[in-house]
């Protein structure tokens, strides 16, 4: 926790397009004024608010690609809004505070008008900061472009409209299966309630240290998803009648010719988020997802 309260930096991301949210950022603006801290905002996101929507914005500075230095970064949309600003923050270790524009907000769980309690409780130093595994992406072939970091997950995918794929999958070398399917999706615990969850893979608790692997509508009942360490690191080779294939990270998504091998492993750093000590994992879940609901009630 900074020990210098009084003169803190944050870099401010924001998903664009938030029509009516723009109160809610104002108000945020002025909290944090108000504390006298420092102020960045990413460019597209400056550009956007006063262009588009004509909002009066005091300002620090302005700041592009990863180009920022602060002690913490604001997350102002959802959760896919989050998963962009977790890759752009990827080694500098910034702790993320999620402020929740959308409506699930599982990882950007701040709501507006809960702002306010929480600059102040990170100004107090009242406050918890947990540590997320995140995964990286090698390729043996074509690079990849973008940042090769996620928090959620990395799944090789067919593409469009193409027929199934074969995933040939090794574990630390080791031979695992040949999936055919329409992909098979490597997720952190943190992704485990997103993409895999949906592909029927299991709920795992944030700091588990696993991995799991989720195939994507797979051509056998024979396949399972299944869990690994985080230590493993995960080798895929895709065969395709359409002789590519589809990586996302974090649903940031780049085509592959066939013949590319792809690497999964446990990146060299966390994602560190930023939670009120309140915050209870369980109580998450059953909230914003009703595990465990009986719908007949």
């Known amino acids: 926790m900074n020990k210098d309260r009084k003169n803190l930096r944050f870099a401010l991301f924001g998903k664009r397009h938030q029509a009516g949210k723009t109160s809610a ?80 907000g599982f990882l950007a769980d701040v709501l507006p008008d809960e702002v306010e309690s929480l600059i102040d409780a990170v100004y107090a130093g009242d406050y918890k900061i947990e540590e997320h595994a995140a995964i990286q992406i090698e390729t043996d072939g074509e690079p990849f472009k973008g940042a090769p970091y996620a928090l959620n997950d990395i799944a090789v995918l067919k593409r469009d409209t193409a027929s199934m794929i074969s995933i040939r999958t090794t574990i630390d070398g080791d031979d695992l299966t040949t999936y055919r ?12 309630t997103a993409y895999s969850l ?26 399972r998803p299944i869990v690994i360490g985080d230590d493993a690191v995960v080798t895929l080779e895709v065969v395709s009648r ?20 792809v690497i999964i492993r446990k990146a060299p750093f966390v994602i560190r988020i930023v939670k009120r000590k309140s915050f209870r994992y369980f109580a ?14």
């Open 242 to 261: 359409s002789h590519n294939f589809l990586v996302a990270v974090d649903g940031r998504s780049e085509g592959f010719s066939e013949g590319t091998k």
């Open 25 to 104: 950022i104002q108000h945020l603006l002025h909290v944090l004024n108000k504390k006298g801290a420092e102020v960045y905002i990413d460019k597209k996101f400056f550009d956007y608010l006063t262009q588009t929507e004509r909002v009066q914005v005091d300002a620090t500075g302005v700041f592009e690609g990863g180009d920022f230095q602060v002690d913490y970064v604001i997350s102002l949309g959802g959760d896919g809004t989050f998963l962009k600003a977790a890759s752009r923050v990827g080694a500098k270790q910034i702790p993320i505070i999620g402020v929740n524009m959308g409506r699930l």
């Open 284 to 297: 998450t879940l059953r909230d914003k997802m009703m595990w465990g609901a009986d719908q007949r009630v």
């Open 181 to 192: 399917a329409d992909g098979l999706i490597v997720s952190t615990p943190t992704g485990s």
């Open 198 to 223: 949906s592909n029927g893979g299991p709920i795992i608790m944030p700091q588990s240290h696993n991995l799991c692997l989720t195939p994507v509508a797979p051509h056998s009942l024979n396949v």
